[in-house]
């Protein structure tokens, strides 16, 4: 029986690095690939006889956890791994809490990457040794969250600005709204972006809503 597998990354070169280890099992078949959480998801909506992705985490438009979400809600018979170079304790807590079934490192060999597909496709759940051993410690501390709450402070002004982002506007428009200037707009995004841990406005944004911040 052939696996149907889509592969989800913004680096072109590492998807055709993944295609090659699959390439190596005849049971294996890569129907199509996407650039982002946004890209597969329209994907799927022409295409949804998936068995499984490969989903990376940080990609632009829409990264891989919020992307893992979406397609757990709409396509829950999907098997989702996450295929990613970072194994922090907050990537795999959120991946797992947005579905993911299984969570491997990219350096993974093609022996180790099949028989991580065909476990996960079997009811298990694919990890590294290394991811297993933090999840099991995220398990038995299950004040992740609470501890996440307490550290973040930010200003009033600062989560006015983030309300505002997440409405998808620009930073023109919020500095508008605000009767604030550009710049400044940008410096509270800079702080927000330190105090919360995050590279992006959409990591900003969901880091917020998860702490109800915002």
Do not use: C
């Amino acid at each position: 029986m052939i696996t149907r597998i889509a592969i989800v990354d913004d680096n072109t070169f590492l998807i055709k690095t993944v295609e090659e280890k699959l390439s190596f099992f005849e049971d294996l078949e890569v129907r199509f690939t996407a650039m982002n959480g946004k890209d597969v998801l329209e994907k799927l909506e022409a295409n949804n006889g998936i068995d499984l992705i490969l989903m990376d985490i940080e990609m632009p438009v829409m990264n891989g956890i919020e992307a893992t979400e979406l397609v757990k809600q709409k396509y829950p018979q999907i098997k989702i791994i996450m295929l990613t170079v970072f194994d922090n304790d907050e990537n795999i807590f959120n991946a797992i809490k947005a579905g993911a079934d299984g969570y491997l490192l990219k350096e993974i060999n093609a022996g180790d990457l099949h028989s991580g597909i065909l476990e996960t496709l079997n009811g298990g759940a694919a990890m590294n040794p290394s991811i297993a051993l933090k999840t099991l410690k995220l398990l038995r501390n299950p004040f992740v969250e609470a501890k996440e709450k307490e550290e973040i402070k930010l200003t009033s002004r600062e989560v006015d600005v983030l309300e505002q982002l997440s409405k998808g506007l620009s930073y023109n428009a919020v500095a508008e709204n605000l009767i604030l200037s550009t710049g400044t707009i940008r410096k509270h995004i800079e702080n927000i972006y330190r105090k919360l841990q995050v590279h992006n406005k959409l990591e900003a944004v969901q880091k917020a809503k998860r702490n109800n911040i915002i």
